[in-house]
């Protein structure tokens, strides 16, 4: 299994200010057939099913505010939030679809300062 | 419009045999490439993926609970079923469906239901 571990488990951070959440994999998750990195961010508030925010590492889903952006590749990547706002207080989990088992992050919990 | 919502008891006791069913409209399970994955989540705790079926009834399933876990899909009804055997307390969880497509997101679980909070107790 590829497992994903997530840091810091938790973060405050001041309203504008950045966000950064680091996730690594225990193995590449780079196809090399394509060269896309199967690595997806979601955010989840309380009470409501994830949110899909990054695809392909670095893939901006559609109507996702641009302040949110991914970077890595292979074993090690980053979610940033570039000014963060109130609404953004959610947890933040990577998620591998490389291959099965299709494993998650344990999780970050982002709070403001 | 995609949408998924996943049904089911509220309340299970141990040992008994989960059965959820996940309901979805807005996309066709006989479509090339289209998935609809079940992930379930623990109070206060993680994310894990439990099974997958695709259009085309491939299969995959958690290692882990492999043993405990049959999925299945009625294309007529677009309805994917997943069953869990042997349920303990420590199954309690939201039960996640999602949808996942080959051209959409990247092929990730991209549209996902409401959840549904099973409780395993006596």
């Known amino acids: 299994d590829i497992v994903m571990t997530q840091s810091p488990d938790s973060l405050a951070v001041s309203l504008g200010e950045r966000a950064t959440i680091n996730c690594k994999s225990s193995?590449?998750?780079?196809?090399?057939?394509?060269?896309?990195?199967?690595l997806i961010w979601y955010q989840q508030k309380p009470g409501q099913p994830p949110k899909l925010l990054i695809y392909?590492?670095?893939t901006r889903e559609s109507g996702v505010p641009d302040r949110f952006n991914g970077s890595g590749s292979g074993t090690d990547f980053t979610l940033t939030i570039s000014s963060l706002q109130a609404e953004d207080v959610a947890v933040y989990y990577c998620?591998?679809?490389?291959?099965?088992?299709?494993?998650f992050g344990q999780g970050t919990k982002l709070e403001i300062k | 419009q995609i949408t998924l919502k996943e049904s089911g008891p509220a309340l299970v006791k141990p040992t008994q045999t989960l059965t959820l069913t996940c309901t979805f409209s807005?996309?066709?399970?006989?479509?090339?490439?289209?998935?609809v994955g079940w992930i379930r989540q623990p109070p206060g705790k993680a994310l894990e993926w439990l099974a997958l079926?695709?259009?085309?009834?491939?299969?995959r399933y958690s290692p882990s609970l492999k043993s405990r876990l049959t999925i299945s899909k009625d294309t007529s009804k677009n309805q994917v079923v997943i069953t869990m055997t042997n349920m303990d307390p420590v199954d309690t969880a939201t039960y996640y469906c999602?949808?996942?497509?080959?051209?959409?997101?990247?092929?990730?679980?991209?549209?996902w239901g409401q959840g549904t909070l099973v409780t395993v107790s006596s």
């Open positions: 193995q590449s998750v780079l196809y090399s057939s394509d060269n896309k990195n199967y």
């Open positions: 998620h591998q679809y490389y291959s099965a088992p299709y494993t």
């Open positions: 079926i695709y259009w085309d009834d491939d299969k």
């Open positions: 392909w590492a670095s």
């Open positions: 807005g996309f066709s399970l006989t479509t090339s490439g289209v998935g």
């Open positions: 999602a949808h996942r497509y080959a051209l959409q997101a990247g092929g990730a679980f991209h549209i």
